[in-house]
């Protein structure tokens, strides 16, 4: 695990406004997250410039689909300078452990249950409740040797035994009246097992963004 268990969640498309929020970081104190959006917007080129800027990167692409697809998307990963990335726990074994042979350096990170599914989303997906979900994924995943996961802050009360990393967004020390539902602060998200909090607008829209490093930093 790094010491930096707070991940910036670089939620833009133009490569300017993350320059000018890179800007206000420091990379001993924080990781940042690439999700779908910027990396489509401005693909490897700014894989490149927050590695040049020394910062580590979270790539969350949420990779889900047949073993041999992932395993050759892992690899492409793989060239670029990226300390962790994301796949589908619901991929299954096969995809799982494509993916795992597919890097060296790269850890791999499974997402669970999307916080968007809701109890009754869970049962008309899966004619199951949302823990006996949850826990066949955690199952799954204690059964390959993945890194760690992605989870609600909800759900790292299930995980006290699950040995790897527990990677959480979701996190809120004040309200935002934002589309974030089951919100926890940080220190409770650290307290109850999480190695990584991954915030975003908390701190990229806020007014003094050195105070809200501080105030979400471990
Ligand atoms: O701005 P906010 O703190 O809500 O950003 C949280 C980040 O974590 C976003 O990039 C969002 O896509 C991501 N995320 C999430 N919930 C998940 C998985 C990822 O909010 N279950």
New binding site residues.
Partial sequence: MSNKRLIV?L?YSDREDVKALLSQLNPNRCMV?V?LQLYLSQRESILEMISNAGFDIFL?LKLHDIPNTVSKALSEIEKFNVFMTTIHLQGGKEMIEAALSSVQSTKIIGVTL??SLNDSHIRSLYGSVFSDQFARLISLANDTKIDGL?C?ANELNLLHEYRGTKVV???RNKALN?D?QRTMTSSEAYNLGADYI?????ITQSENIEGAIKEYEY
């Fill in positions: 969640a939620d997250k999700g969350d999307l916080t992605v609600s967004p979701g996190i934002d974030q991954v915030v975003g607008r908390p």
